[in-house]
């Protein structure tokens, strides 16, 4: 896996690898792409709408969502 450096724009938020392409560019330490949707964040807990409409676990402990009961500690089915 080839890592980049990842930019954010402190005005919109919008997270990409061609710091030219931002109007208010600060480097950021870590970024995550969606399996899901595809968007790039730099929040690890990003949730979009495809991922949303396929959750059907919560971790009783925690509160945690997932889609597959095995990525929870106590998983609960959401009625």
């Not at 980049?4 to 402190?10: A, G, I, R, W």
């Not at 208010?24 to 995550?32: F, L, M, Q, T, V």
């Not at 949730?47 to 597959?68: F, H, L, Q, S």
Request: charged share 30%.
């Amino acid at each position: 896996m080839v890592e980049s450096k990842m930019y954010s724009c402190k005005t919109c938020g919008k997270v990409t690898t061609e710091k030219g392409h931002l109007c208010n560019p600060k480097d950021i330490k870590r970024a995550y792409t969606c399996e899901y949707c595809g968007v790039t964040s730099t929040n690890p807990r990003h949730i979009c709408k495809p991922k949303v409409a396929k959750i059907r676990y919560t971790c009783d402990t925690c509160g945690r969502v997932a889609v597959d009961e095995t990525f929870l500690c106590n998983p609960k089915e959401i009625a």
